[in-house]
Nanobody, 127 residues
């Protein structure tokens, strides 16, 4: 069992930057993939990006390539989402998610593959 808590959301102007954090607790001694999803009002939850336990593989949605980066502090069981060049269409509730996997497995993009979820944090980008 893994518990996830996001932080760092807020209001930012278009073109600005924001960093989200996701802290994991519980059964964190096993390897797991951590990822970010987002959900805008009236839309389905969509994949943003994810990283495997070893950090050897990341998976990005095309819409955020070149703008968002992911990093992970394994010792602190914390993942970070650096969001640059934000656009109004990035406005959504951002969710941290995780599932147990091999340390070098390619991260999956389907939300149904992720077993553990945080409560979400709102990101609003004004134009």
């Amino acid at each position: 069992q893994v518990q996830l808590v996001e932080s760092g959301g807020g209001l930012v102007q278009a073109g600005g930057s924001l960093i989200l954090s996701c802290a994991a607790s519980g059964r964190t001694f096993s390897s797991y993939v951590m990822g970010w999803f987002r959900q805008a009002p009236g839309k389905e939850r969509e994949f943003v990006l994810a990283v495997n336990w070893s950090g050897s593989s990341t998976n990005f949605a095309d819409s955020v390539k070149g703008r968002f980066t992911i990093s992970r502090d394994v010792a602190k069981n914390t993942m970070f989402l650096q969001m640059n060049s934000l656009k109004p269409e990035d406005t959504a509730v951002y969710y941290c998610a995780a599932y147990y996997s091999g340390a070098y497995d390619t991260p999956k993009r389907n939300p149904s593959d992720y077993r553990y979820w945080g409560q979400g944090t709102q990101v609003t980008v004004s134009s």
